[in-house]
């Protein structure tokens, strides 16, 4: 699986950016996908997942309210919607494949295959 994360970029804080993950060499509809994050020196986090239909989803304290997971499987593509940003969140965004149906858990280890990521930079 091949996964291709994009529409990350700078933005003011209070704004607003939407990332895209397509993937690519196998279906992923039967797969949870996630989002995680990773700023400079610090380790990997969990920002978001959704289960394979899409109707359970998960996030971390820090976005809750904020940011919104959801999934086109016809697409094979994962969204995150990502609204009231703060300098906090700038990082490099990876999404990610489960290694089942439903979320496993907020642990990378839970998580088959990667993309590469895309940087979102917020400005105070």
């Known amino acids: 699986v091949q996964l291709q994360a994009y529409g990350g970029g700078l933005v003011q804080a209070g704004g607003s950016l939407r990332l895209s993950c397509a993937a690519s060499?196998?279906?992923?509809?039967?797969?949870?996908m996630g989002w995680f994050r990773q700023a400079p020196g610090m380790e990997r986090e969990f920002v978001a997942a959704?289960?394979?239909?899409?109707?359970?989803?998960y996030y971390a304290d820090s976005v809750k309210g904020r940011f919104t997971i959801s999934r086109d499987n016809a697409k094979s593509t994962v969204y995150l919607q990502m609204n009231s940003l703060k300098p906090e969140d700038t990082a490099v965004y990876s999404c990610?494949?489960?290694?089942?149906?439903?979320?496993?858990?907020?642990?990378?280890?839970?998580?088959?295959?990667w993309g590469q990521g895309t940087q979102v930079t917020v400005s105070s």
């Open positions: 990610a494949v489960g290694s089942s149906m439903e979320v496993g858990g907020r642990s990378s280890q839970r998580y088959d295959y």
């Open positions: 959704i289960n394979w239909s899409g109707g359970r989803l």
């Open positions: 060499g196998r279906t992923v509809s039967s797969r949870a």
